[in-house]
Nanobody, 115 residues
Framework: QVQLVESGGGLVQAGGSLRLSCAAS????????MGWFRQAPGKQRELVAA???????NYADSVKGRFSISRDNTKNTVDLQMNSLKPEDTAVYYC?????????WGQGTQVTVSS
Protein backbone atom coordinates (compact mmCIF):
# COMPACT_ATOMS: atom_id res chain seq x y z
CA GLN A 1 0.00 0.00 0.00
CA VAL A 2 1.01 3.58 -0.64
CA GLN A 3 0.42 6.23 2.00
CA LEU A 4 0.55 9.84 0.86
CA VAL A 5 0.79 12.98 2.97
CA GLU A 6 0.31 16.45 1.50
CA SER A 7 1.64 19.70 2.89
CA GLY A 8 2.09 23.31 1.85
CA GLY A 9 -1.49 24.46 1.54
CA GLY A 10 -2.65 27.75 2.94
CA LEU A 11 -4.11 31.16 2.26
CA VAL A 12 -2.59 33.35 -0.42
CA GLN A 13 -3.63 36.46 -2.31
CA ALA A 14 -4.42 36.35 -6.01
CA GLY A 15 -1.23 36.50 -8.03
CA GLY A 16 0.77 34.81 -5.32
CA SER A 17 2.48 31.44 -5.21
CA LEU A 18 2.39 28.26 -3.18
CA ARG A 19 4.33 25.02 -3.35
CA LEU A 20 2.58 21.81 -2.39
CA SER A 21 4.51 18.72 -1.42
CA CYS A 22 3.50 15.08 -1.25
CA ALA A 23 5.52 12.55 0.69
CA ALA A 24 5.05 8.83 0.09
CA SER A 25 5.55 5.99 2.53
CA UNK A 26 7.29 3.62 0.12
CA UNK A 27 10.63 3.56 -1.62
CA UNK A 28 9.32 2.31 -4.96
CA UNK A 29 7.24 5.35 -5.82
CA UNK A 30 9.33 5.67 -8.97
CA UNK A 31 7.12 2.98 -10.47
CA UNK A 32 3.94 5.02 -10.08
CA UNK A 33 2.25 7.68 -12.12
CA MET A 34 1.83 10.64 -9.78
CA GLY A 35 -0.61 13.48 -9.88
CA TRP A 36 -2.35 16.32 -8.14
CA PHE A 37 -6.11 16.59 -8.15
CA ARG A 38 -8.34 19.22 -6.66
CA GLN A 39 -11.94 19.51 -5.58
CA ALA A 40 -13.78 22.76 -5.05
CA PRO A 41 -17.11 23.00 -3.21
CA GLY A 42 -19.94 21.73 -5.38
CA LYS A 43 -17.61 20.46 -8.08
CA GLN A 44 -16.16 17.12 -9.11
CA ARG A 45 -12.60 16.22 -8.32
CA GLU A 46 -10.45 17.11 -11.31
CA LEU A 47 -6.95 16.38 -12.48
CA VAL A 48 -4.62 19.35 -12.12
CA ALA A 49 -1.29 17.87 -13.13
CA ALA A 50 0.29 14.47 -13.61
CA UNK A 51 3.77 13.11 -14.13
CA UNK A 52 4.97 9.69 -15.24
CA UNK A 53 7.97 7.84 -13.79
CA UNK A 54 9.90 9.04 -16.83
CA UNK A 55 9.02 12.68 -16.27
CA UNK A 56 6.32 13.20 -18.89
CA UNK A 57 3.85 15.80 -17.62
CA ASN A 58 0.26 16.67 -18.32
CA TYR A 59 -1.73 19.68 -17.11
CA ALA A 60 -5.30 20.80 -17.01
CA ASP A 61 -5.93 23.61 -19.47
CA SER A 62 -6.86 25.93 -16.62
CA VAL A 63 -3.40 25.72 -15.02
CA LYS A 64 -1.09 25.42 -18.02
CA GLY A 65 1.71 27.94 -17.83
CA ARG A 66 1.07 28.62 -14.15
CA PHE A 67 1.57 25.30 -12.37
CA SER A 68 4.49 22.92 -12.56
CA ILE A 69 4.66 19.36 -11.27
CA SER A 70 7.92 17.65 -10.38
CA ARG A 71 9.07 14.48 -8.67
CA ASP A 72 12.09 13.26 -6.80
CA ASN A 73 12.07 9.47 -6.93
CA THR A 74 14.98 9.24 -4.50
CA LYS A 75 13.17 11.24 -1.82
CA ASN A 76 9.78 9.77 -2.72
CA THR A 77 8.22 13.19 -3.07
CA VAL A 78 6.08 14.98 -5.63
CA ASP A 79 5.69 18.74 -5.66
CA LEU A 80 3.31 21.15 -7.30
CA GLN A 81 4.58 24.68 -7.79
CA MET A 82 1.64 27.03 -8.21
CA ASN A 83 2.23 30.52 -9.54
CA SER A 84 -0.08 33.37 -10.51
CA LEU A 85 -2.80 31.91 -8.36
CA LYS A 86 -6.40 32.85 -9.00
CA PRO A 87 -9.47 32.68 -6.74
CA GLU A 88 -10.72 29.92 -9.05
CA ASP A 89 -7.82 27.76 -7.85
CA THR A 90 -9.34 27.57 -4.38
CA ALA A 91 -9.91 23.91 -3.56
CA VAL A 92 -8.71 20.97 -1.56
CA TYR A 93 -5.70 19.53 -3.34
CA TYR A 94 -5.05 15.80 -3.25
CA CYS A 95 -1.93 13.86 -4.05
CA UNK A 96 -2.49 10.75 -6.14
CA UNK A 97 -0.46 7.68 -7.01
CA UNK A 98 -1.47 5.15 -9.66
CA UNK A 99 0.00 1.97 -11.02
CA UNK A 100 -1.93 -0.48 -13.13
CA UNK A 101 -5.29 -0.81 -11.38
CA UNK A 102 -4.12 0.51 -8.01
CA UNK A 103 -4.95 4.03 -6.86
CA UNK A 104 -3.88 5.78 -3.66
CA TRP A 105 -4.96 9.17 -2.31
CA GLY A 106 -3.67 11.56 0.30
CA GLN A 107 -5.94 13.28 2.80
CA GLY A 108 -5.78 16.60 0.99
CA THR A 109 -4.55 20.09 1.77
CA GLN A 110 -6.61 23.26 1.55
CA VAL A 111 -5.57 26.02 -0.83
CA THR A 112 -7.47 29.28 -0.57
CA VAL A 113 -6.80 32.18 -2.91
CA SER A 114 -8.28 35.53 -1.95
CA SER A 115 -9.14 38.21 -4.47
Amino acid sequence: QVQLVESGGGLVQAGGSLRLSCAASISILNRYDMGWFRQAPGKQRELVAAITPGGITNYADSVKGRFSISRDNTKNTVDLQMNSLKPEDTAVYYCNAQRLGYIAWGQGTQVTVSS
